[in-house]
């Protein structure tokens, strides 16, 4: 099983960006895909999940201004992130597992983890 994540990079204040989480060996439909970042020095903090309901939760901070979508054909998930700020900068990772809205921001609560994406943002 992999996950592949990418579509990081550094962007400027205000800018969007969509993360992709592509996924091998799995089929991403049966799970639920989350997207976690880290930023240094800090833990890992859960940003968003996309259950394979559709249904998705997100932090506080993604709520407003970031959306997780899915697509079953390409077996794929996507982070679409706007208005980025500097404390958006972190190496974001996507992972697969069946969380439910109590555990959702729990790291272990998923099985597998993509390998992570850098997001700088900066001016």
């Known amino acids: 099983v992999q996950l592949q994540a990418s579509g990081g990079g550094l962007v400027q204040p205000g800018s969007s960006l969509r993360l992709s989480c592509v996924a091998s060996?799995?089929?991403?439909?049966?799970?639920?895909v989350a997207w976690f970042r880290q930023a240094p020095g800090k833990e890992r903090e859960g940003v968003a999940v996309?259950?394979?309901?559709?249904?998705?939760w997100y932090s506080d901070s993604a709520k407003d201004r970031f959306r997780v979508s899915r697509d079953n054909a390409k077996n794929t998930a996507y982070l679409q992130m706007n208005n980025l700020q500097a404390d958006d900068t972190a190496i974001y990772y996507c992972a697969v597992g069946r969380p439910i809205l109590s555990t959702w921001r729990d790291p272990r609560t998923y099985y597998h983890w993509g390998q992570g994406t850098q997001v700088t943002v900066s001016s």
């Open positions: 996309i259950r394979s309901s559709g249904q998705t």
């Open positions: 060996e799995l089929t991403l439909n049966s799970y639920a």
